[in-house]
């Protein structure tokens, strides 16, 4: 299977018609779509190199210190993955928990620290690559005993390290195609190594990986449109920014009027069904771990909706899912 990305969505005088066509278009290897995004599956198609270093290298006491550590950045910065992750065993909760604190970190050098930012960045880089297990860095403890573990390829780790750094050189992207590049570095990256944590029973849901990391990273870019503006950024692509009749004045006054709406609701079309395409690929995830994969996807979705709730204002607002809310979809989930 190759990557369906949803580029061939159809936008007609400048806005969504009230039929939105997706192409369900057949991949195969003759297909120009096809070929447009064939280097994903080879960034993807990365092999586990044997980390140099015995299990017993690592003190016990110091690893539970580590991730305990972890399991408190993920449950201040993240209530969504924090509550998704519930649903694993302890040994696959200790492992996302340092996962997502290797990313946690590594985001918030660029976008917190700036004095220090390139020197930290570098510094960070060389450590997490480091095959010694440093007592005094509980994250790079817990993710280095998690890699060696779970056998997750360095070139995933970075690959989304090269896409975090794209954010000191790049804040407009003009195309469809160079926010999807952005995508699959910051977020596929993630579920590629959250499906090493989880187990699969087959390569084939590598596309499928890639796509629901897309799909997040999209929400997230609508979720947090006035946030990143704040900061000097603006994801969207220029191309449907024009098309859609978008000005900058728009996110400078944060104007909400009938164009702006219908760029939103396409946004939220496309992603969604991103979300619809990945689902088919939790079949192929170990039975034990799917579930958190799925809820993960759940609560996202649900930030969609919130935005739509909210007028389509994601410029001076921000969506929130509420605690009760996330446990009434979760506890759906389980049901259904």
Known sequence: MNIRVLSDFKIKNQKMSSETNFFHQQYNSNSKFDTKYNYLNDLANASYTPIDLKTSEFEDGYLELSYSFCHNIIKNHSKSFSLASSLLDNERRDAIAALYSFCRITDDIIDKESIHRAELFDSWRKNVSSPIPNIADPVNYAWLHTRAKYEIPEDYLLQLIDGVAMDTSKNRYNTYEELVKYCYHVASTVGLMSMHIIGFTDTKAIPFAINMGIALQLTNIIRDVGEDYSMGRIYL?????????????HFRDRIIDDAWMELMKFQIE?????FEDSWKGLSLLESKGKWSIKAAAVLYREILKKVEHNNYDNISKRAF???KRKLFLLSKMLVD
């Open 237 to 249: 692509p220029q191309e449907e920014l024009d098309r859609f009749g978008i000005t900058e004045k």
């Open 270 to 274: 496309r992603a969604r069904q991103l």
């Open 321 to 323: 899912v509420s605690k």
